[in-house]
């Protein structure tokens, strides 16, 4: 069983190298973003990536990071690549969650009350779900936000009330 402190060594290419740190890098911002909403304390993430900064620099790649007195920092061109990552990341992370959200209330809005009680037990949705999905996928794709409203309660209610004479 290894211990806590035993070091380890591996052999990367600079490229491999780079991807690593790229990698590390943006895991640090998810989980320093998830330790501020949830109050733990991220200086042991940051030490982590400092550790391979300092590691980068002292191999050469200070295209990657800089050094400013006795801390190391990542360069311009290392941020801008993170920031195009993140960047697509948030904006499918945020199509994919409005699809799956309006996808998930329009399927249990179709159900009859006993199967919504039943299904709401579960995390596991059965496949007919997927044309809820892809309808609201379509429309995204098609119009974007354009087409996306708030309806009023009252309008809501003549629609519930509409489906349970039908």
């Not at 190298?17 to 940051?46: A, I, N, P, W, Y």
């Not at 996928?137 to 009330?161: C, M, Q, V, Y």
């Amino acid at each position: 069983m290894a211990t806590k402190n035993k070091k380890i060594k591996i052999e990367l290419t600079l490229k491999q190298f780079h991807d690593l740190l790229l990698l590390v890098s943006l895991g640090t911002f998810m989980k320093e973003g998830v330790d501020e909403v949830t109050g733990e304390d991220f200086r042991k993430t940051r030490r982590i990536l400092n550790s391979l900064y300092r590691l980068a620099y002292k191999n050469g790649l200070d295209n990657l990071v800089e050094k400013i007195e006795d801390y190391f920092f990542p360069t311009t061109a290392l941020e801008q690549e993170e920031e195009v990552i993140i960047d697509t990341f948030i904006e499918d992370s945020f199509w994919e969650t409005l699809v799956t959200y309006l996808g998930r209330r329009d399927f249990f809005r179709f159900l009859s009350n006993e199967k919504r009680i039943n299904l709401a037990k579960t995390r596991w949705l059965p496949e007919c779900i997927r044309p809820f999905y892809r309808e609201w996928e379509e429309e995204f794709a098609k119009h974007g936000l354009d087409r996306l409203g708030i309806i009023p309660d009252s309008d809501l209610n003549n629609e519930e009330e509409d489906k349970d004479t039908k």
